[in-house]
Each structure stands twice: as structure tokens, then as C-alpha cells.
């Protein structure tokens, strides 16, 4: 199963392609889309939009996975930052993925063993678990991570999804 991870950020939104087959992992792509600081905040959207439809058109994923958003304490960034995670949700389900959100403490506790990692140890972590792999930057370092998260939890998320809507059809 081809999974694409999704950290969002309104100036980078890092991305990063796995390939899991059972309990193997396999680096495929990674990298970061940016905006222009420059322009307004819906030409900044569409930027973000178009570079992630680029990942996707180019490497073709089966399901994507976004790292949910943590509440800065500027209402400004956090708006912003939420903005640009809109964005990171739309483009895979526009595609017909399923995408699953992950909170940053769980994506942490399934790379590093530990829900408060620094982000040192997460791109140690990433590049462990992933051999060979050259990581682009720190925002797609966080990519990968989301993206190893959801392979950890994708079968299990799948099973109950499966389970659920078995349940509704049977009432």
C-alpha cells in the first residue's frame, strides 16, 4: 500500500510517500510545498493546493494521512495554520483517498516510542526505519513520520471502519 503523509503549514506543507507491505517499509519520495510569503493568503492556499495535487498526480498514493493541528498560542497563526490543513484534507479526499487525521503526540509515540520527541529524534527515527533514505528537510522529516504512523495503524483503522458500517447495515 502506497501512504502519503501530510504535515501541513501555511509557508511548507512537507510530504513524504511510503510504500508499506506488511511490516516492511519503503521510502518512495518526500519533500515540501511552498508559498510565497509575498502574496495574499488565498494565493498562498492555491499554491499549496496545486503542489499537493503535483504529489499526488506524480506518485499516485492509496490512502493519506495529516498530522492534526496543536493550538499555538497566536489566534492568527493557529487560523492560518488550519487554513493550510484544510487544504492538506482536501486534495487527497477530492482524489477518492481516505485520509486519517493523527494527533502530533501519537505520530511521535509510534516513530519514537515517546509522545514528547524532539524533532531531532524524529528524523533519526525516520531515517532508522527508513534506510537510505535522504530527507528533504525537517517539514518532510514530519511527513514521513505521519505517513509510518499510518501504516503502523492503518490495518487496525481499516478493520474497524469494516466493523462500523457491518454494524449500521445490520440494524
Request: proline letters at 4%; charged letters at 20%.
Amino acid at each position: 500500500m502506497r501512504l502519503l503523509g501530510l504535515d501541513p503549514g501555511l509557508r511548507h506543507t512537507g510530504w513524504g510517500i511510503i510504500e508499506a507491505e506488511g511490516n516492511s517499509l519503503r521510502h518512495l519520495a518526500n519533500g515540501a510545498v511552498s508559498s510565497d510569503a509575498a502574496l495574499t493568503l488565498s494565493e498562498r492556499l492555491v499554491q499549496l493546493y496545486e503542489g499537493i495535487e503535483e504529489v499526488l498526480a506524480d506518485w499516485q498514493p492509496d490512502e493519506a494521512a495529516v498530522e492534526e493541528t496543536f493550538v499555538n498560542k497566536n489566534p492568527v497563526s493557529t487560523l492560518k495554520l488550519g487554513q493550510a490543513r484544510g487544504i492538506a484534507l482536501l486534495v487527497p479526499a477530492r482524489h477518492g483517498l481516505h485520509v486519517e487525521e493523527y494527533a502530533p503526540n501519537k505520530i511521535k509515540k509510534s516513530v519514537v516510542g515517546a509522545g514528547h520527541a524532539g524533532k531531532e529524534q524524529i528524523h533519526a527515527m525516520v531515517s532508522m526505519l527508513l534506510p537510505g533514505c535522504k530527507i528533504a528537510n525537517e517539514h518532510a522529516a514530519d511527513a514521513l513520520a505521519v505517513a509510518i504512523c499510518h501504516a503502523h495503524y492503518a490495518r487496525t483503522n481499516r478493520n474497524l471502519r469494516r466493523a462500523t458500517c457491518m454494524a449500521g447495515l445490520s440494524k
